[in-house]
């Protein structure tokens, strides 16, 4: 395999491609900016298997869960750090409708294998308020997708595939048989910047509507729980003692790292119906998600360019998502696998 990918960026996206590549013993190099503040960095890397308004089970997570718990482990292992954390998910119900809701969806078939036994009470009424019950959720965590990131970029660096900096179209030279950037031959690059691919000018034709976020970070007085509490908004303790709490869902806005002092509000308003004690807000962190809408994701080669490819579009699910949407991607490169039509670019042009 004579092959060498460009990758460029490495978030989630970028760098669970970059991995996959390395599974295969593919060459490629990793071109990032090395931003402090990214939706990757920011994100708390939850992993649910019940979600959204609905209370349906996450797409395909029978399947997505596997691989990815199976992918981050492996990884744990070989850079002697660990990144994943199995802890179950405690989901407080809104109101009275999602609480009828629910004793219709529990009884369905397809999430009983992510219950847990229900107990009572099911959070401390000391710390936290509970007025329409919930449930406890299994096969469930978080990633650090910081310290991920960062052990990934050392290693990816110390086997001279990492390198800071910025991949512009003006850049690139598009050759029969690749393309070449900084004087470097390559068969193939793959965009994996985020949102920003919608300001592109290959890929301003994808179907956008990314939302920026903001992640608090608080101090409070939580007792004894190490779960992940979720109710209108979560709340994650970390190991340190430190909790993290959001987020905040903005799809209109001009600054990536500047939330609206409305969606703040509206956080905080969130959080104080559900702690029963008092807070404080010690830091924040913001970052746009990267949604295309009606697709879970986007992969696969340009329609006009066949040297440029692109995984995009992981949203809110991109630690799940990440490492089987970049094993369909790397499939297709190097052997030509089909790509499912819901996750095709060139399929939505």
């Known amino acids: 395999m004579n092959s060498r990918f460009l990758i460029i960026g490495q978030g989630l996206a970028g760098t669970a491609l970059a991995w996959r590549l390395h599974q295969r013993g593919v060459a490629f190099c990793v071109v990032d900016r090395d931003e402090e503040r990214t939706s990757s960095k920011v994100a708390a890397g939850l992993v649910t298997p019940i979600t959204g308004m609905r209370l349906n089970l996450n797409w395909r997570y029978g399947e997505l869960y596997p691989e990815a718990l199976a992918f981050y482990q492996g990884l744990e292992v070989r850079l002697h750090q660990r990144f994943y954390h199995e802890v179950p998910i405690v ?6 409708k999602a609480a009828a809701l629910w004793e219709k969806r529990r009884l369905q078939p397809e999430v009983q294998p992510y219950l847990r036994p229900l107990q009572t009470p099911l959070v401390d009424p000391a710390f936290f308020a509970n007025p329409h019950g919930g449930f406890e959720q299994r096969h469930s965590g978080w990633l650090d997708s910081a310290a991920f990131l960062k052990a990934s970029r050392d290693f990816f660096q110390s086997m001279g595939a990492w390198q800071s900096g910025e991949v512009s179209p003006e850049s690139l030279t ?3 048989s690749g393309l070449s950037w900084n004087d470097q031959f390559f068969s193939t690059a793959i965009f994996c910047t985020g949102w920003e691919a ?15 976020g903001t992640v608090l970070n608080l101090r409070a007085d939580t007792g004894h729980e190490r779960r992940i509490i979720n109710r209108g908004c979560w709340l994650l303790p970390r190991p340190d003692g430190s909790l993290r709490a959001g987020p905040t869902y903005e799809l209109d806005f001009d600054l990536p790292h500047e939330p609206s ?21 010690t830091g924040t962190q913001t970052g746009v998600r990267p949604i295309i809408q009606g697709h879970q994701a986007l992969i696969g080669r340009h329609p006009g360019r066949p040297q440029v490819a692109f995984m995009n ?17 790397v499939d297709h490169l ?9 996750l095709d670019l060139a399929g939505n042009v």
């Open 334 to 342: 190097l052997d030509a696998a089909p790509i499912e039509s819901g």
């Open 261 to 281: 002092p409305l969606a703040l509000a509206a956080l905080d308003q969130k959080l104080r119906s559900l702690l029963v004690q008092d807070f404080a807000i």
């Open 198 to 212: 919608a300001l592109h000018p290959w890929f301003n034709w994808v179907p956008f509507r990314s939302a920026r």
């Open 174 to 176: 598009l050759l029969d």
């Open 91 to 96: 989901r407080l119900l809104r109101d009275e």
């Open 313 to 329: 579009g992981l949203g809110s699910k991109g630690v799940l998502r990440a490492p089987w949407v970049a094993r369909q991607l």
